[in-house]
């Protein structure tokens, strides 16, 4: 699945991708402008330990030892996508370079590039400026790319927590996308995380969309088949490889898109949410070793040693969460999530649950997908069976946008998070920005 995925976004991986790199630090940041040179390699910066450069006949021995250590700093151009909306809530698609200030932690930036994109049409307003050029290197003149039309879509079907009664629901819902939100000239790709197994180059081809939803079906875990299952010390063993698998999917999509520049990124992300310790009263009743010990019906009995390491279940997945989020913060892409299942009940007929287990179980699954859209800047649409209003919504927020570029001038490679606000002098106009974006931990490169 890996390889699938990695294979989803190479055909538009046209774009060069430079790194901020502290050769003393070890700092890798990866987000650079589109049709930037590719930077020039410098010398490496003496490490602790190292030999000292010997003296050369022509280089006396003191010149050489009073030589400063060379370090490899390169800028990058960070990107984030805006939204201005006037009172009535219509899109603003006139506003200047000079109406629009951007905040990095509470820095003022200067704005590098400026791109419009109205109606899916890509409008070049400010062009970002090439690096400085070094003494005695020549490099060749920068080449300007044509504005593309599109939008780019992907779409990811976690069929591994998608109810299988809920199939045909399912499948309707993704024929709402292929003709509400996918347009001609928008380019989209699918992947999957279970049975489906559906892994789909981008294209342009809506044929191939109509193919793979003849194909998708839920593979989720029943309530039964959760609370009969045997569980470690973390709880339902086979509840987190699932959500694991589902976000390592994710997350090597994500790490893909950070190559694609200068477009919004939109991630349509199909699933019924995660809760990490599920049922938790009716899988402890339903343990075989509490049932021959004689406990299960006995409501004084409390082993504070049966549900150690499950305290901890939020807290696990609202890291995970983070962790899926910040990537979407670094490759500038926006997921929408959608829960298939729409306005949810009580559990089925066949279903012998408490209502207040489900009901906490229904409200944690949501939150989840609530969290992931919140956090990269889209929308979750959950619990609710107006997906046509949904999708509409989620056109025009991908039609109709700005694309803002700026070289940090935070001096402090170490500060992983870094606080954006995008603000506007005209008034009657409010900006939706995306509030932060994360730098990769030292050693951790893309792939």
């Known amino acids: 699945m890996s390889l699938e995925v990695r294979r989803l976004v190479g055909a538009v991986a046209v774009v060069s991708v430079a790194a901020v790199s502290f050769a003393a630090s070890g700092i890798d940041l990866r987000a650079a402008a589109a049709g930037s040179p590719a930077p020039v390699a410098q010398a490496p910066a003496q490490r602790p330990g190292q030999a000292q450069p010997q003296a050369t006949p022509s280089q006396p021995a003191g010149e050489a030892a009073q030589k400063p250590p060379t370090f490899q700093v390169e800028v990058n151009l960070v990107t984030t996508d805006v939204i201005a909306r006037d009172r009535n809530g219509q899109f603003v698609a006139n506003l200047d370079q000079k109406e629009i200030e951007v905040y990095e932690d509470g820095v003022k930036q200067t704005i590098a590039s400026m791109t419009l994109v109205h109606g899916g049409r890509v409008i070049n307003q400010l062009q970002p400026p090439p690096p400085p050029v070094q003494e005695g290197i020549v490099l060749p003149p920068t080449r300007p790319q044509n504005d593309t039309a599109g939008r780019i879509f992907l779409i990811v079907v976690d069929d591994l927590h998608l109810d299988f009664q809920n199939t045909g629901r399912i499948r309707e819902l993704f024929k709402k996308i292929s003709q509400q939100l996918i347009h001609e000239g928008d380019m989209f790709g699918i992947v999957s995380t279970g049975p489906s197994s559906l892994a789909i180059d981008l294209t342009y081809d809506r044929r191939r969309l ?20 045997p569980s470690g010390a973390d709880g339902p063993s086979e509840v987190r490889y699932r959500a694991h698998v589902a976000f390592s999917t994710a997350y090597d999509l994500l790490r893909n898109l950070e190559r694609v520049q200068n477009r919004r990124k939109a991630i349509i992300y199909v699933s019924n949410g995660y809760d990490f310790n599920p049922f938790p009263e009716s899988r402890y009743e339903a343990n075989p070793l509490t049932q021959m010990q004689g406990y299960a019906d006995d409501a004084s009995y409390d082993d504070p040693f049966a549900r150690q390491g499950q305290q901890f279940a939020d807290a696990d997945l609202a890291r995970e969460l983070a962790e899926l989020t910040r990537q979407a913060n670094r490759a500038n892409a926006t997921i929408y999530t959608i829960d298939p299942r729409g ?9 012998n649950l408490d209502t207040v287990e ?20 889209g929308i979750a649409v959950i619990n609710q ?7 509409k919504r989620i056109d025009a927020e991908t039609s109709d946008y700005y694309m803002l570029g700026y070289y940090s001038s935070n001096p402090d490679p170490t500060r992983r998070t870094r606080k954006v606000e995008v603000k506007t002098t005209r008034d009657g106009v409010s900006i939706w920005a995306r509030s932060s974006y994360s730098l990769k931990r030292p050693g951790q490169g893309s792939k």
């Open 358 to 377: 489900w009901g906490n179980y229904i409200r944690k699954s949501q939150d989840s997908l609530r969290v992931i859209a919140d956090l990269t800047g």
């Open 210 to 229: 109509d193919e793979a939803i003849k194909k998708i079906s839920g593979a989720g875990l029943k309530p039964t088949e959760i609370i009969e299952a």
């Open 385 to 391: 069976n107006d997906f046509d209003r949904a999708l």
């Open 343 to 351: 306005l949810v009940g009580g559990p089925g007929i066949d279903e």
